[in-house]
């Protein structure tokens, strides 16, 4: 089992920066990537940005590349998604996501065998 916890999620203007967090326990050495996905109102659960767990490489979206980053700190078991000139499409839930798989790029959501809580991110113009 792997739990995910994320956490930096707010209310920020357009323009303004915002960092997520998504902290991993429990069997975290059988993890093969972990993304962030988000999920507005009406909307599907669409892929944002993965990252490889032990290469650290990465994956993003056309609309978000030049935007937001990626990472992780492996030695607390944490992912980051560093989220900078937000719009107000940007507006959504954000997930992050562990696959114990190869897939990649880790763009569908069918192999993603944990799911966090989620985290409400809002932007304001």
């Known amino acids: 089992q792997v739990q995910l916890v994320e956490s930096g999620g707010g209310s920020v203007q357009a323009g303004d920066s915002l960092r997520l967090s998504c902290a991993a326990s429990?069997?975290?050495?059988?993890?093969?990537?972990i993304s962030w996905f988000r999920q507005a109102p009406g909307k599907e659960r669409d892929f944002v940005a993965g990252?490889?767990?032990?290469?650290?490489?990465?994956y993003y979206i056309d609309s978000v590349k030049g935007r937001f980053t990626i990472s992780r700190d492996n030695a607390k078991n944490t992912v980051y998604l560093q989220m900078n000139s937000l719009k107000p499409e940007d507006t959504a839930v954000y997930y992050c996501?562990?696959?114990?798989?190869?897939?990649?790029?880790?763009?569908?959501?069918?192999?993603?065998?944990?799911w966090g809580q989620g985290t409400q991110v809002t932007v304001s113009s």
């Open positions: 429990g069997r975290t050495f059988n993890v093969y990537t």
């Open positions: 996501a562990a696959d114990l798989g190869s897939t990649w790029p880790p763009v569908s959501k069918r192999p993603y065998n944990y």
């Open positions: 990252i490889r767990w032990n290469t650290g490489g990465t």
